[in-house]
């Protein structure tokens, strides 16, 4: 069984900077799909990055391109979402998904109906 567990949410002000840590049970890093969505009141869950930890290649939505970094370390674990530039629309809650089996993952990995495996999450807020 596939467990999820996210840490390092918090109160930030904009344009200041986060990073979040999804701790894994043991092997997911390094052979599962995994990704980060987020989940605001009132919308609907949103892909934010995924990272194909078999390969390291990764993805990002529009609105967190060049600002955000998904990365992994096979050692601890552990994947990360560095967030940077950090704007008031970011705030949400952070959940961390993993998956072993998502073909062309490269067109969907931002859906989350794909991933069987969440943490509970991590609240991120951002003030302006």
């Not at 109160?11 to 986060?18: I, P, R």
């Not at 990764?58 to 530039?85: C, E, H, P, W």
Request: aromatic residues 12%.
């Amino acid at each position: 069984q596939v467990q999820l567990v996210e840490s390092g949410g918090g109160s930030v002000q904009a344009g200041g900077s986060l990073r979040l840590s999804c701790a894994a049970s043991a092997y997911t890093v390094r052979t599962t799909y995994m990704a980060w969505f987020r989940e605001a009141p009132g919308k609907e869950r949103e892909g934010v990055a995924g990272i194909d930890t078999r390969d390291g290649r990764t993805y990002y939505s529009d609105s967190v391109k060049g600002r955000f970094t998904i990365s992994q370390d096979n050692a601890k674990n552990t994947l990360y979402l560095q967030m940077n530039s950090l704007k008031p629309e970011d705030t949400a809650m952070y959940l961390c998904a993993a998956d072993p089996y998502i073909t062309s993952f490269g067109y969907k990995w931002m859906d989350p109906v794909e991933y069987n495996h969440w943490g509970q999450g991590t609240q991120v807020t951002v003030s302006s």
